[in-house]
């Protein structure tokens, strides 16, 4: 049986634009395009991208591969889609929240991370609320009077102060200037807040952290909503000038377990390369027209709050359950446990299975399905019935990945491996090179 698995990287190994940065790229200049504008193409969106990347002399090539291999030059998108987009955007504090770090993400991976460090420092607000009877919460209102050392020590925080700021958390302009609050000296006289986390008892009010996740839970849905648009209106309408004729040594393959949320395997090598009748499972999701149907989140709790509180929905597991994604893996899936029935008979190549990995970074954050990969030779020793092939980009990514695998299994199950030739790293095949041909 011959799986694959792929992750971003294979639409990067296509020069589709499907990285966090490209993501947030578009997303500000679709803030920028000027008003009335009724003709949108490839340089209104991807134009400073493409220039940023030539300054940097970093990947200076993907845009212009991209250019060859598309047919971009007369690419338009949809004016009323793109003043839908800006619409969101405007209104969205998780893009608000991430366009803020920018600097700080430079992948899908780092992008949760924030999110769960944003989740964590409310988290760590509610814990204060919950902890100390601050009397002084008058009009959502807290003047330092009691407890002021320990809520003076949160609220100097200038990294905090901003998430609660880009979060609406408290009133826009409270922290419009950092200074005439104290906040050199450590000293903030009074905060007030947003009151649509703020329940009213008498005259005091009470912090609802169930009320503010709820929120950040449906701007996150949104935010989902708006990367959807941007995978379906934007990077769907990159066409291959000719028809993609090679991929590489790919073997034919039997099934497609995809992290992507893009259909470019079915797109680029369906049924022409590859037939019609390889199944493709989406395991976060796949992006079409409507749909919010994408997994997108945290790996688990980042705060045991955030669980007291069952804020399931920003978490991946629980969110593929309710979107109904291709969340099975391998030892779920009929047609590979079909293939693994025979293994209790070594001798039976019926029971191999050869797995080939392209794009997918490794990264702890899918540890289960890692692990489950590794541990189909658990139990053989002299024969081999599962073989891996990691494809990597450069020698950083091959170290990287390598780390990744050492972190997640160990180093005595990693070094096991590839001592028995049942795992090996190879370079990605060269997408543009393989069909420069054609263009």
Not at 199 to 205: A, E, G, N, T
Not at 267 to 287: M, R, T, V, W
Not at 357 to 386: K, M, P, Q
């Amino acid at each position: 049986m011959k799986i694959l698995v792929i992750g971003n990287g294979f639409d990067l190994a296509h020069y589709l634009p499907t990285s966090y940065n490209h993501f947030m790229g578009v997303m500000q200049a679709i803030e920028n395009l000027p008003d009335g504008k009724d003709k949108i193409g490839f340089d209104d969106l991807f134009g400073e991208l493409a220039k940023q990347e030539k300054l940097e002399q970093k990947e200076w090539y993907f845009f212009d591969r991209m250019k060859e291999l598309y047919a971009l030059e007369d690419m338009t998108i949809d004016c009323q889609v793109v003043e839908k987009t800006r619409v969101k955007l405007k209104k969205n504090s998780w893009y608000a929240y991430f366009k803020h770090h920018l600097s700080d993400i430079e992948s899908w991976i780092d992008f949760e991370t924030k999110i769960g460090e944003a989740l964590s420092i409310f988290s760590l607000i509610s814990e204060l609320f919950q902890e100390y009877d601050v009397e002084n919460i008058v009009m959502r209102q807290i003047k330092f009077s009691s407890n002021e050392k320990v809520f003076q020590k949160v609220f100097s925080n200038s990294k905090i102060l901003d998430i609660f700021q880009l979060f609406k958390f408290i009133e826009v302009d409270t922290f419009s200037d950092y200074a005439q609050f104290g906040l050199d000296e450590g000293v903030i006289s009074s905060i007030s807040f947003n009151e649509r986390y703020f329940r009213k008892y008498k005259k005091d009010y009470k912090f609802s952290f169930g009320d503010l996740l709820s929120e950040l839970r449906t701007e996150l849905e949104c935010f989902i909503e708006i990367f959807n648009i941007y995978l379906t209106d934007f990077v769907g309408k990159f066409e291959p000038k000719n028809s993609l004729e090679a991929i590489g040594e790919l073997p034919e393959l039997d099934i497609i377990f995809s992290f992507n949320y893009t259909s470019t395997f079915r797109n680029f090598y369906q049924p022409d390369i590859y037939s019609d009748a390889i199944k493709i499972e989406f395991l976060h999701g796949k992006s079409e027209v409507n749909t919010k149907g994408l997994v997108l989140g945290i790996d688990d709790f980042t705060h045991e709050l955030l669980r007291e509180h069952k804020a399931y929905g920003f978490i991946k597991y629980h969110q593929k359950l309710v979107k109904e994604t291709d969340y099975l893996f391998l030892k779920e899936n009929n047609g590979v446990l079909a293939e693994l029935g025979p293994r209790q008979y070594l001798g039976d190549s019926d029971g191999e299975i050869d797995i080939y990995i392209w794009g997918h970074s490794l990264d702890v954050s899918d540890r289960d399905y890692i692990e489950e990969i590794f541990s189909l030779n658990d139990s053989i020793e002299s024969e081999c019935l599962t073989r891996v092939v990691i494809y990597y980009h450069n020698d950083a990514s091959r170290f990287s990945m390598l780390a990744n695998l050492i972190h997640i299994l160990g180093k005595d199950l990693v070094e096991r491996w590839m001592k028995k030739g049942w795992l090996k790293f190879d370079v990605v095949p060269d997408i543009y090179k393989l069909n420069r041909q054609l263009i």
